[in-house]
């Protein structure tokens, strides 16, 4: 049988067989022998070697996409539903609000729907008294609150509802032309979970919201990947990460860093539950020296998490 070179349309996968289509008319590939035959069976074309090792190269990379969309389907079913945050890199985001106000602001924005306003656990609007009850506070505090937002434009009202600024906060698909747009601006998106993120809030006392602050002002220095804190967040080569100590960011937050010591206890009090098993939010690393402010940190991917390298950061599971 003479081997002309054939061309057809991948349809699906079945058992040994590769349904293509040709000229309009179905047929199948043998990935043993790679036989071409029609729907009864008929021999139609045999493979040349080249186009052979072709085939089994399209298989292979076919298995590799598959177990890695497995994998991070799984991840995605773990870490659970989340809100994206967009923000800018390398410097403080929230220079207007208050760190209380901003851990109050990140939990809020888990009850973000899809249409950009705020709903109620029923899904039904969520309305200024529905705030004041979900966030726990007092009417003081509350009121505090709500105007900060109300006047540096996180919040706006419209047609009843209450929106969170959507240059700020997204739920649900983002197109490839607004990353793109978000990039341009040299801004970063990332995930926050909004498991998690209700879990440390609803643990917290108010009082300790400013220490929880801490933890989502770091975003802006925190690896893409690695979800390192680090000086250089897009960098992907682990070797040239420019890590950032405890003392480093105590300076950026304006944190005295001679107490950087009460600061990592108060951090690593900040801890939610997966799986009946207790997580901090944030981990540290002995590097250079015992001094605790040399410690470099992670921040635990359960909490928030912008790339997609799930077996890179499987480790930091261990948190």
């Given at each position: 049988?003479e081997?002309?070179s ?19 008319n179905?047929?199948w590939?043998?990935r ?6 029609d729907?009864?069976?008929k021999?139609i074309y ?23 969309k497995?994998?991070i389907d ?11 945050v967009?923000?800018t890199?390398?410097k403080?985001?929230f220079?207007?609000?208050s760190n209380s ?6 939990f809020?924005s888990t009850?973000?729907g899809?249409?950009?306003?705020l709903l109620?656990p029923?899904?039904s609007?969520?309305d ?6 979900l966030?726990?506070l ?6 505090r ?6 006047d540096?434009?996180?919040?706006y009202?419209?047609n009843?509802?209450?929106y969170?600024n959507?240059d ?6 983002i197109s490839a ?8 601006q ?18 917290a ?8 602050g ?9 690896n893409?990947?690695?979800?390192v804190?680090c000086?250089?967040p ?10 950032m100590?405890l003392g ?7 944190y005295?860093?001679?107490?950087a ?5 108060l ?6 539950t997966?799986?009946?098993?207790k ?5 540290y690393?002995i590097k250079d020296?015992l001094d605790q ?5 992670f921040?635990?991917?359960?909490v ?10 499987d480790?930091?599971n261990?948190?």
């Amino acid at each position: 049988m003479e081997s002309n070179s054939i061309k057809g349309e991948v349809i699906s996968i079945a058992g040994e067989y590769l349904q293509i289509k040709i000229d309009g008319n179905i047929a199948w590939i043998s990935r043993d022998t790679g036989e071409v035959t029609d729907f009864n069976g008929k021999p139609i074309y045999i493979q040349t070697v080249e186009e052979r090792q072709q085939m089994r190269e399209y298989f292979q990379t076919r298995s590799i996409q598959r177990e890695e969309k497995n994998f991070i389907d799984c991840q995605y079913k773990e870490y659970g539903n989340f809100i994206w945050v967009i923000y800018t890199m390398l410097k403080q985001n929230f220079l207007n609000i208050s760190n209380s106000s901003l851990t109050r602001l990140m939990f809020l924005s888990t009850y973000l729907g899809y249409k950009g306003y705020l709903l109620k656990p029923s899904n039904s609007y969520m309305d200024k008294k529905d705030m004041f009850d979900l966030l726990k506070l007092s009417v003081r505090e509350f009121n505090r609150f709500y105007t900060e937002m109300f006047d540096n434009k996180i919040l706006y009202d419209k047609n009843n509802c209450i929106y969170l600024n959507k240059d700020i906060f997204a739920r649900g698909k983002i197109s490839a032309k607004r990353v793109g747009k978000i990039y341009q601006q040299e801004r970063m998106i990332t995930r926050i979970y909004i498991k998690s993120i209700r879990e440390l809030y609803r643990k917290a006392i108010p009082r300790s919201h400013k220490t929880l602050g801490y933890v989502f002002q770091v975003m802006p220095y925190v690896n893409k990947e690695y979800n390192v804190c680090c000086f250089n967040p897009l960098e992907t080569n682990k070797k040239r990460i420019k890590s950032m100590n405890l003392g480093q960011f105590c300076d950026i937050i304006g944190y005295d860093k001679k107490n950087a010591n009460r600061l990592k206890k108060l951090l690593l009090e900040s801890k939610f539950t997966v799986d009946r098993h207790k997580e901090s939010a944030m981990c540290y690393v002995i590097k250079d020296s015992l001094d605790q402010s040399t410690y470099g940190m992670f921040i635990n991917p359960k909490v928030y998490y912008a790339g997609d390298k799930w077996n890179e950061i499987d480790i930091l599971n261990i948190f």
